[in-house]
């Protein structure tokens, strides 16, 4: 069964960093392209970044570049994604999501973790 | 690529038959999914290749259009079903979600 499970969410403050974590199993990770997409409290889904299966491949969107660096160590089935200069807008449920096979959308995705930007 | 859901609620009754309607700002092929979310649960993949249904899906839901104009219906709604559904380009390597349909009993 493919799983992900996302970690490293929590309180930080607006300025602040954070490092989210999103484990995989059940499936080989090295060959799915991963995304992470966030939802804020009563909102809609954003998708805020992407990585191809090795690593070289990335983009994101307007509102976190050059605030967010996501990235992935295949041989630990991981996915990573650093914020930084957090403010009080990021503040959101995020989902590690994968790609199962190539130029589809994402079809498998984790439980989330909740990022709370607030002083 | 900007997308554009309509209506953005619906309320309907079991066994009713309902069609909520995704547009993209430029064309995107069929590069169009969609998904659907239940409260405090991550969203679930429907539909993508905007008419290719995900294994396991019911075949009460169904997807068609292409380039700008896209549609999803629930040919006889179910309880489980009641939940907001959103669409998403992949044409873009930029992903974009319309804002969400929320289908209300």
């Known amino acids: 069964e493919v799983q992900l499970v996302e970690s490293g969410g929590g309180l930080a403050q607006p300025g602040g960093s954070l490092r989210l974590s999103c484990v995989g199993s059940?499936?080989?990770?090295?060959?799915?392209?991963m995304n992470w997409v966030r939802q804020a409290p009563g909102k809609g889904l954003e998708w805020i970044a992407f990585?191809?299966?090795?690593?070289?491949?990335?983009h994101y969107a307007d509102s976190v570049k050059g605030r967010f660096t996501i990235s992935r160590d295949n041989a630990k089935n991981s996915l990573y994604l650093q914020l930084s200069s957090l403010r009080e807008e990021d503040t959101a449920v995020y989902y590690c999501?994968?790609?199962?096979?190539?130029?589809?959308?994402?079809?498998?995705w984790g439980q989330g973790t909740l990022v709370t930007v607030s002083s | 690529i900007q997308m554009t859901q309509s209506p953005s609620t619906l309320s309907a009754s079991v066994g009713d038959r309902v069609t909520i309607t995704c547009r993209a700002s430029?064309?995107?092929?069929?590069?169009l999914a969609w998904y659907q979310q239940t409260p405090g649960r991550a969203p679930k993949l429907l539909i993508y290749?905007?008419?290719t249904l995900e294994s396991g899906v019911p075949s009460r839901f169904s997807g068609s259009g292409s380039g700008t104009e896209f549609t999803l219906t629930i040919s006889s709604l179910q309880p489980d079903d009641f939940a907001i559904y959103y669409c998403?380009?992949?044409?873009?390597?930029?992903?974009?979600f319309g804002q969400g349909t929320k289908l209300e009993i």
């Open positions: 999501a994968g790609e199962s096979t190539l130029s589809s959308p994402p079809d498998h």
């Open positions: 059940g499936f080989t990770f090295s060959s799915y392209s």
């Open positions: 998403q380009q992949y044409q873009s390597p930029m992903y974009t």
């Open positions: 990585i191809g299966s090795g690593g070289t491949t990335i």
């Open positions: 290749w905007a008419s």
């Open positions: 430029q064309s995107i092929s069929s590069r």
